[in-house]
């Protein structure tokens, strides 16, 4: 009788244990929607700069102050997102998130002036994406304590990934529809995917993880934001993540501008066009290295992951200089920089909460991701001022190179010591 108890006991605590764990999948699953939903406001933007700058009559460094103010808008209000978040729940934030994302769209293919643009692209635009991108990576975090680098790659991917699907037609439309059709009917579109995707985003009870993951989500202390950034190891990873979202969306503000003064843009390449292939080709790169390294960073190690994937964006970004005439070699190289960039979206995040716990992970990594914000000034208006002041492509380049390989060695000589100090020193939760 007691065998018989007991089998049933451990059926339903298998069939439990099957639940949740398909509920988390699942959670990872309308995570990576929602973060498809807002991907195009920044990977496609690209495209619309030279639609923009002939519609509105401006030059290219005005034209990218939207793109700041996007990455600006979503970046430095994402620690009061977080705090939202944390207060009223995911589903509600994110959901009123993927409607501003979609929704800027809509209004900026209304905008005659530079100034509706910002507004509308740059600061709706900034802040939907902001409250999706902080708040999914936040909860993936805590869904997936034992495997947090895979879990924000993954999510991440999506924010990288979706504008794969989106690359091709949103260029056909520019070419067939004009701008402002296509602004009005993509917006349309995202709002309402991203808005069905979030309704299913739920919080996680810590009694409902595996016990594998309830037992990593407790080895280290919950510290709150005016706590973490106390600590020398915050602000070295803020310098570090700002040191790379600089190199990065320089590449992925300003790709169409250098590709054209390289003599890409009308080139075919396998027969497609050269700009349009690259773009595709960076989106699957800067997708599919997120949760990539994300596994690598939870098998070997955070600080040694980022070191290769840091170096290897820096040398990518010398070749791809080195032999920007050739039209194939740009487009091959190009998905080579993207594979070497778009992990910081997993590795950052999975390192800060290792480090300051679960309880406001959400919180903290809105701190940290202010850093984005910054990056995209280095990386966007001021690098177009570069451009136009030096009249050259290369001291951007150059500079965006130096960036790469200082932020890989502070991984592993200063990081990598720093954190372990630090851990040592940690009381477990």
């Known amino acids: 009788m007691n065998t018989r108890i007991q089998t049933m006991h451990d059926d339903v605590a298998a069939s439990a244990g099957a639940a949740v764990t398909h509920n988390r999948w699942l959670q990872l699953g309308l995570g990576l929607i929602c973060m498809m939903a807002i991907s195009s406001p920044q990977y496609v933007w690209t495209l619309l700069t030279k639609p923009l700058s002939v519609k509105l009559g401006v030059p290219l460094p005005q034209l990218q102050v939207t793109f700041s103010l996007l990455i600006i808008l979503q970046t430095f209000f994402s620690p009061f997102q977080g705090k939202l978040i944390d207060r009223f729940g995911p589903r509600l934030l994110i959901s009123l998130g993927t409607v501003m994302s979609g929704l800027s769209w809509v209004l900026a293919s209304m905008a005659t002036t530079t100034s509706m643009l910002y507004l509308t692209y740059g600061v709706v635009g900034g802040l939907g994406t902001g409250i999706v991108y902080v708040g999914v990576v936040g909860l993936m975090v805590r869904w997936f304590p034992d495997r947090r680098g895979f879990a924000a790659g993954a999510v991440a991917a999506g924010y990288g990934m979706g504008a794969i699907v989106t690359t091709f037609p949103i260029a056909a439309s520019l070419a067939t529809r004009g701008i402002d059709a296509t602004l009005w009917i993509f917006g349309i579109a995202f709002a309402i995917v991203g808005f069905l995707a979030s ?231």
């Open 199 to 429: 309704q299913g985003l739920r919080v996680p009870q810590h009694a409902a993880l595996e016990p594998t993951a309830a037992a990593a989500a407790s080895r280290v202390p919950n510290l709150r934001p005016s706590q973490m950034m106390k600590s020398p190891l915050f602000w070295l990873m803020f310098a570090m993540m700002t040191m790379m979202s600089t190199s990065g969306l320089m590449v992925t503000s300003q790709m169409a501008t250098f590709a054209a003064d390289f003599g890409i843009t009308k080139v075919l390449v396998f027969g497609m066009a050269a700009l349009p292939l690259a773009l595709t080709i960076d989106r699957f790169t800067n997708g599919l290295t997120r949760p990539l390294f994300g596994w690598v960073s939870d098998h070997f190690g955070r600080e040694n992951t980022m070191f290769f994937a840091f170096a290897l964006e820096g040398v990518a970004m010398a070749l791809w200089l080195l032999t920007r005439d050739n039209a194939v070699l740009f487009v091959l190289l190009s998905g080579v920089v993207f594979f070497g960039w778009g992990e910081i979206f997993s590795l950052f995040p999975s390192t800060l909460t290792d480090t300051f716990g679960t309880r406001h992970a959400t919180e903290n990594y809105g701190w940290l991701y202010i850093s984005q914000g910054i990056g995209s000034i280095f990386g966007g208006p001021l690098a177009a001022l570069l451009h136009q002041h030096t009249g050259s492509w290369v001291p951007v380049f150059s500079l965006a190179i130096t960036l790469d390989i200082v932020t890989a060695m502070l991984a592993l000589f200063a990081l990598k010591p720093m954190r372990a100090r630090y851990l040592n020193r940690q009381p477990q939760a």
